[in-house]
């Protein structure tokens, strides 16, 4: 009797089906062709894959995927379109609703307006962007040292005075509004005569605009604002062409008297480039009392271009916020001392005098 033949275990001389036969050969074809074998002979065959599954035969884990295949977190180009177009439809949505709102506040009155008539809202939403234009693409403003006025509390920003026109002001206070880190607002005290003309009268109060007396700046620094104050007055807007930055005489120091009783710092502030906006080179003095103003400039366009000569020339502008003095040290009674009031006056316009100096040193030229 032969030998019987040893089989491993497992293994089976019968073709089975998948192993033997046509289904063998299409197994071993596939084998050749790259596939990879199960690694196990004769024992239960494994699930036909799908078209496009592992070839292990596992279902692969699926992830959630964004529209027509995209990857997690990213939609298709067509849906990322119409979300943005609906951000952008939504953004012009909430700006015509705001601006509805803001015309129906305006209609019914019903928007605040403090003691003296500042219109905060409109100042800003209106006010400032009238003038923005002008500070940052006509007069290219740079300012410096807006760290100098303090985050909290009142202060009194002082500043010289020029420019035929007082434009210096409002460029000093869209540089507060825009620039400084507490968003802080500055509360100008203006002469008598802006709240004589019909229209600037109103606009001037809108926009926190206050008459130049001590009572009234006193009551706004003890509220915590940020005053501003030009010393020099008309002979510093009206004065010629030819004494440009130099400062004339600053009162009899009533701003430093007021300082002293609200016991807030002082902060110098010096302008550059708006002594040549309207090179004043004459002043007709019979022509001004007759219309009732302080001086009628005669400058190389004015009067003689009509309303085109009252353009302002495209100077570039430096505005420099100078370290405060503080005022909170000196004693109630300090306000009425006449010696004192004068060394803080002569002080703080040296100050901003030697300031006007370096800055013009440092000025490479009047429209650049």
Known sequence: MADAKVLPFGDDPRPRRGTGGAGGRRQHAKDAAGKRPSGRQGGPLAPVPEPGAPPDGREAA??????????????????????????GGNGWERRIASGLAFLRRRVTGDYPVDEFGYDEELTDQVLMSLIRPLYENYFRVEVKGIENIPSDGGALVVANHSGTLPLDGLMMQVAVHDNHPADRHLRLL???????????????RKAGHTLACAEDAERLLRRGEVVGVMPEGFKGLGKPF??????????????????????VPIVPCSIVGAEEIYPMVGNARTLA????????????????????????????????FGEPIATDGYPPEAAEDPMLMFNLTDQVREQIQHTLYKLLVQRRSVFF
């Open 62 to 87: 699926r992830e959630p995927v964004g529209a027509e295949g995209a990857p997690p977190g990213q939609d298709s180009a067509e849906d990322s379109g119409q979300d943005s177009g609906r951000d």
């Open 190 to 204: 203006a002469a008598d005569l802006v709240f004589m003309l019909p229209v600037i009268n109103e606009l001037a």
């Open 242 to 263: 030819g004494e440009r930055y130099k400062l004339q005489r600053f009162g009899r120091g009533g701003f430093v008297s007021t300082a002293l009783r609200a016991g």
């Open 289 to 320: 009392r007759l219309l009732g103003v302080p001086y009628f400039p005669l400058t190389p366009t004015f009067p003689w271009l009509g309303p085109l000569g009252m353009v302002p020339l495209p100077t570039k502008w430096t505005i420099q």
